[in-house]
C-alpha cells in the first residue's frame, strides 16, 4: 500500500514522496496514472531519534545535492506519519490483519503498539476461536472482559495456553462416584469440574486441588448431561426433568448443590420431557435440552419456558448449539435446525455405520463433527450445503475400535472418547484456515483426503468403557465405567514453556544490549584505537607472533 502525500497540483515523478513511523522510513515515487508504484525504496533506520516532520533528502548524491534535495523536497512533500491518517482509516487497515500481522505491526512503534492493543478486532479473533468467556456475577463493563483484561491479553494468553497439549502431563483420579461415571463438564474460568453417573449424585470437584467441594442429594436415576456456565448450572437424567440451579452471589465456588441452608429460589427443575434427558447445552440466552422422546427443546432462560421443540425420527443423543442453530443427532442421521424459525435446514443421512452417539461444533463457521458406534470420527462442512445434494464428510479419522460416545472441540483441539478406553487428541489447524471475507472468517481447506494427519496423541491404558470426555484451558477430564475421574494436567507443559520464553526474551535482551555497545564504541572510535594498539604490539614482538596468528587462521579454516 502507498500513500500519495503530495499537494494538490503539485504532481512530478522527479520527487518521491515519503511515508514514514517512529523506527521505519520508506521513501517511494509517486503513483502513476496505473496505480503502481515505481521503484520502491525502503529504508530502515536504526537511530533511537523519532522520526520528525520535517522533509526528506533524496538518495542521488548524499553531499552535493543534499541541501537542494532537501529544499526541493520540503516544497513538493512532506512527510507523513501512518499514525496521522483519520482514525476510521486505520481502523480498518488494521481489520484486515490477522493475529500475526497485527503482532508484527505493534513491533514498529510504541504509537503503533497502543493502538493495535487496544484495537476490537482482537475481540473478533478470541471469539470466532473461544466463544464469548464466561461472564461473572454482578455487572460487567460493556465492551470489556470478564477479568478486566485486555482482548489482546486473552487472546495471547489462550493462544500460548493451547499449545500445552503436547507437552508433559500428569495424571489426577479423583474418586467419589460408587457406579460409572456418564458425564463429566469442566467449567475451566471457575476451575470447577462437574460429574454425574449412576449413583444418582452430582459431584462438584476443584479443579486445581483435585479436592470434592460439594455433592448433591440423591435424585434416584441416572445422571446422563450436565452443563454450566458462571451463572447456571443444569443436570438431566432418567426422571426426563431438569434440575437447575441458580449461582449464589458471594459463593467462591459459584453453585451450593447441596441444598441445605440456602435460599431455595436457587433450585428449581424444568418439566416437559416425557423420557430420560441425555443431553443438554447452554448459551447466554438458552437452555438446550435432547431426550429419548426423540425431540430437542429449547428454552428461554430469563422466562424458563420451553419456546421451540424440534422432532425426530429416533431417539435424541446428542446435539451442540451454534449462533441461531442447533445440530443433533438421532440414529443415523445428523440434523441442524434454525432456532428462531423451527425449520429443518439441513440433514447428513446415515452419517455412520450405526448410530451417531456425539456431536461437536466449532465457534470458527458451520463445521460439525460425529463420532459414531463404528468408531470413526467425520468433519462435515454445512456452510454451503443445499437440499437436492447429500452432504459428504469432508475428513475421516478412525483412531477407535469401540463406539465413540464423546466429542469435545476446543480450538485447535479436538478429543473423543471411546468405548475401547483410549483417548485421541486431533489438532485441526491445518484443517480450518481464515478467509479474506469479513462475512465468513474461516471455513473448510480443500484438501487430499488421503493425506489427513492422524491423531497427534492417543492416551492408553483405561482397561474399561469411557463414557465422556471435556477440553478446557490446560485440563482434559475423562469419566468412565470404573467410577473414576481422570484428569490430565498439562500445566507442567505450560511451566516449561513458559520458563523457555523468558529464556529466549533475555538472551535477546542480551543480544540487543550487546549490540548496541559495539554502536556506541564503533561511534566514538574506540574500535579504531584498539585496532592500532594491537598492531603496535605485534610489531613490537616481531614476526613471530604475526606467523602463530597466521598459523591460528588456517587451522580454523581447516576446522
Same mark, same amino acid.
Given at each position: 500500500?502507498?500513500?500519495?502525500c503530495?499537494?494538490?497540483?503539485?504532481?512530478?515523478?522527479?520527487?518521491?514522496?515519503?511515508?514514514c513511523t517512529?523506527?521505519?522510513?520508506i521513501?517511494?515515487?509517486?503513483?502513476t496514472k496505473?496505480?503502481?508504484?515505481?521503484n520502491?525504496?525502503?529504508?530502515?533506520?536504526?537511530?533511537?531519534?523519532?522520526?520528525?516532520?520535517?522533509?526528506?533528502p533524496?538518495?542521488?548524491?548524499?553531499k552535493?545535492?543534499?541541501?537542494?534535495?532537501?529544499?526541493?523536497?520540503?516544497?513538493?512533500c512532506g512527510?507523513?506519519c501512518f499514525?496521522?491518517?483519520?482514525?476510521?482509516?486505520?481502523?480498518?487497515?488494521?481489520?484486515?490483519?490477522?493475529?500475526?500481522?497485527?503482532?508484527i505491526?505493534?513491533?514498529?512503534?510504541?504509537?503503533?503498539?497502543?493502538?493495535?492493543?487496544?484495537?476490537?478486532g482482537?475481540k473478533?479473533?478470541?471469539?470466532?476461536?473461544?466463544?464469548?468467556?464466561?461472564?461473572?456475577?454482578?455487572p460487567?463493563?460493556?465492551g470489556?472482559?470478564? &477479568?478486566g483484561r485486555?482482548?489482546?491479553?486473552?487472546f495471547?494468553?489462550?493462544?500460548?495456553q493451547?499449545?500445552?497439549?503436547m507437552?508433559?502431563?500428569s495424571?489426577?483420579?479423583?474418586?467419589?462416584?460408587?457406579?460409572?461415571?456418564r458425564?463429566?463438564f469442566?467449567l475451566?474460568?471457575?476451575?470447577?469440574?462437574?460429574?454425574?453417573?449412576?449413583?444418582?449424585?452430582?459431584?462438584m470437584?476443584?479443579?486445581e486441588e483435585?479436592?470434592?467441594? &460439594?455433592e448433591?442429594?440423591?435424585?434416584?436415576c441416572t445422571?446422563?448431561?450436565?452443563?454450566?456456565?458462571?451463572?447456571?448450572?443444569?443436570?438431566?437424567?432418567s426422571?426426563?426433568?431438569?434440575?437447575?440451579?441458580?449461582?449464589?452471589?458471594?459463593?467462591?465456588?459459584?453453585f451450593?448443590?447441596s441444598?441445605y441452608g440456602?435460599?431455595?429460589?436457587?433450585?428449581f427443575?424444568?418439566?416437559?420431557h416425557e423420557?430420560?434427558?441425555?443431553?443438554?447445552a447452554?448459551?447466554?440466552?438458552?437452555?438446550?435440552s435432547?431426550?429419548w422422546?426423540?425431540?430437542?427443546?429449547v428454552?428461554?432462560?430469563?422466562?424458563?419456558?420451553?419456546?421451540?421443540?424440534f422432532?425426530?425420527a429416533?431417539w435424541?443423543?446428542a446435539?451442540?448449539?451454534?449462533?441461531?442453530?442447533?445440530?443433533s443427532t438421532a440414529?443415523?442421521?445428523?440434523?441442524?435446525?434454525?432456532?428462531?424459525?423451527?425449520?429443518?435446514? !439441513?440433514?447428513i443421512?446415515?452419517?455412520?455405520?450405526?448410530n451417531?452417539?456425539?456431536?461437536?461444533?466449532?465457534?470458527?463457521?458451520n463445521?460439525?463433527?460425529?463420532?459414531g458406534?463404528?468408531?470413526?470420527?467425520?468433519?462435515?462442512?454445512?456452510?454451503?450445503?443445499?437440499?437436492?445434494?447429500?452432504?459428504k464428510?469432508?475428513?475421516?479419522?478412525?483412531?477407535?475400535?469401540g463406539?465413540?460416545h464423546?466429542?469435545?472441540?476446543e480450538?485447535?483441539?479436538l478429543?473423543?472418547?471411546?468405548?475401547?478406553?483410549?483417548?485421541a487428541?486431533?489438532?485441526?489447524r491445518?484443517?480450518?484456515?481464515?478467509?479474506?471475507?469479513?462475512k465468513?472468517r474461516?471455513?473448510v481447506?480443500?484438501?487430499?483426503?488421503?493425506?489427513?494427519?492422524p491423531?497427534q496423541?492417543?492416551?492408553?491404558?483405561?482397561g474399561?468403557?469411557?463414557f465422556?470426555?471435556?477440553?478446557?484451558?490446560?485440563?482434559i477430564?475423562?469419566g468412565g465405567e470404573?467410577?473414576?475421574?481422570k484428569i490430565w494436567?498439562?500445566?507442567?507443559a505450560?511451566?516449561?514453556e513458559?520458563?523457555?520464553q523468558?529464556?529466549?526474551?533475555l538472551?535477546?535482551?542480551n543480544?540487543?544490549?550487546?549490540?548496541?555497545?559495539?554502536?556506541?564504541m564503533?561511534?566514538n572510535g574506540r574500535?579504531?584505537?584498539?585496532?592500532?594498539?594491537?598492531?603496535k604490539?605485534?610489531?613490537?614482538?616481531?614476526d613471530? !607472533?604475526?606467523?602463530?596468528?597466521?598459523?591460528?587462521a588456517?587451522?580454523?579454516?581447516?576446522?
Amino acid at each position: 500500500m502507498a500513500f500519495d502525500c503530495n499537494k494538490a497540483g503539485d504532481y512530478s515523478p522527479e520527487y518521491p514522496s515519503s511515508i514514514c513511523t517512529e523506527d521505519t522510513l520508506i521513501q517511494a515515487n509517486i503513483l502513476t496514472k496505473c496505480g503502481k508504484a515505481k521503484n520502491l525504496i525502503s529504508l530502515n533506520r536504526l537511530n533511537n531519534q523519532k522520526s520528525s516532520y520535517e522533509s526528506l533528502p533524496r538518495l542521488t548524491e548524499p553531499k552535493e545535492n543534499e541541501e537542494a534535495g532537501t529544499d526541493t523536497t520540503a516544497s513538493m512533500c512532506g512527510t507523513r506519519c501512518f499514525t496521522d491518517l483519520p482514525a476510521a482509516l486505520v481502523c480498518e487497515v488494521l481489520a484486515c490483519l490477522d493475529p500475526k500481522g497485527l503482532g508484527i505491526v505493534s513491533c514498529v512503534s510504541t504509537v503503533l503498539q497502543t493502538l493495535v492493543a487496544d484495537h476490537q478486532g482482537w475481540k473478533k479473533f478470541y471469539c470466532e476461536r473461544w466463544g464469548l468467556p464466561n461472564a461473572p456475577i454482578g455487572p460487567l463493563v460493556p465492551g470489556g472482559t470478564p &477479568d478486566g483484561r485486555s482482548w489482546k491479553t486473552l487472546f495471547v494468553d489462550r493462544e500460548f495456553q493451547s499449545k500445552s497439549f503436547m507437552g508433559r502431563f500428569s495424571v489426577d483420579v479423583l474418586r467419589g462416584h460408587s457406579e460409572d461415571v456418564r458425564t463429566v463438564f469442566l467449567l475451566a474460568s471457575a476451575n470447577l469440574i462437574f460429574t454425574g453417573g449412576h449413583d444418582s449424585v452430582v459431584r462438584m470437584w476443584d479443579m486445581e486441588e483435585g479436592l470434592l467441594i &460439594d455433592e448433591s442429594r440423591p435424585f434416584g436415576c441416572t445422571i446422563r448431561a450436565i452443563a454450566a456456565d458462571s451463572r447456571l448450572l443444569v443436570t438431566g437424567g432418567s426422571n426426563a426433568y431438569i434440575q437447575c440451579w441458580r449461582a449464589v452471589e458471594g459463593n467462591s465456588h459459584l453453585f451450593h448443590i447441596s441444598g441445605y441452608g440456602t435460599n431455595r429460589d436457587s433450585e428449581f427443575r424444568l418439566w416437559g420431557h416425557e423420557g430420560p434427558v441425555t443431553c443438554l447445552a447452554l448459551d447466554p440466552t438458552r437452555i438446550y435440552s435432547g431426550s429419548w422422546d426423540m425431540t430437542v427443546r429449547v428454552w428461554d432462560r430469563a422466562q424458563m419456558k420451553c419456546v421451540q421443540k424440534f422432532m425426530h425420527a429416533d431417539w435424541v443423543l446428542a446435539l451442540a448449539p451454534h449462533g441461531n442453530t442447533i445440530a443433533s443427532t438421532a440414529g443415523r442421521d445428523t440434523y441442524v435446525w434454525d432456532i428462531e424459525s423451527g425449520n429443518l435446514t !439441513s440433514v447428513i443421512s446415515n452419517a455412520h455405520v450405526g448410530n451417531a452417539y456425539s456431536v461437536a461444533r466449532t465457534h470458527l463457521t458451520n463445521v460439525l463433527f460425529t463420532g459414531g458406534e463404528d468408531g470413526a470420527i467425520r468433519l462435515f462442512d454445512i456452510s454451503e450445503a443445499s437440499d437436492d445434494e447429500d452432504i459428504k464428510p469432508a475428513a475421516t479419522w478412525v483412531p477407535h475400535t469401540g463406539p465413540v460416545h464423546s466429542l469435545a472441540f476446543e480450538y485447535p483441539w479436538l478429543v473423543s472418547a471411546s468405548s475401547d478406553g483410549r483417548i485421541a487428541l486431533i489438532d485441526l489447524r491445518k484443517l480450518l484456515t481464515p478467509l479474506n471475507s469479513s462475512k465468513r472468517r474461516f471455513r473448510v481447506k480443500n484438501f487430499d483426503i488421503s493425506a489427513i494427519e492422524p491423531p497427534q496423541r492417543m492416551f492408553h491404558g483405561f482397561g474399561c468403557d469411557l463414557f465422556s470426555v471435556d477440553i478446557g484451558a490446560d485440563r482434559i477430564v475423562c469419566g468412565g465405567e470404573d467410577g473414576t475421574v481422570k484428569i490430565w494436567n498439562f500445566s507442567e507443559a505450560l511451566e516449561i514453556e513458559k520458563k523457555a520464553q523468558a529464556l529466549r526474551s533475555l538472551r535477546q535482551e542480551n543480544r540487543m544490549r550487546r549490540r548496541k555497545s559495539q554502536l556506541e564504541m564503533n561511534a566514538n572510535g574506540r574500535r579504531a584505537d584498539q585496532c592500532s594498539i594491537a598492531m603496535k604490539r605485534n610489531q613490537l614482538k616481531g614476526d613471530k !607472533s604475526v606467523t602463530w596468528q597466521n598459523k591460528r587462521a588456517i587451522d580454523k579454516v581447516k576446522s
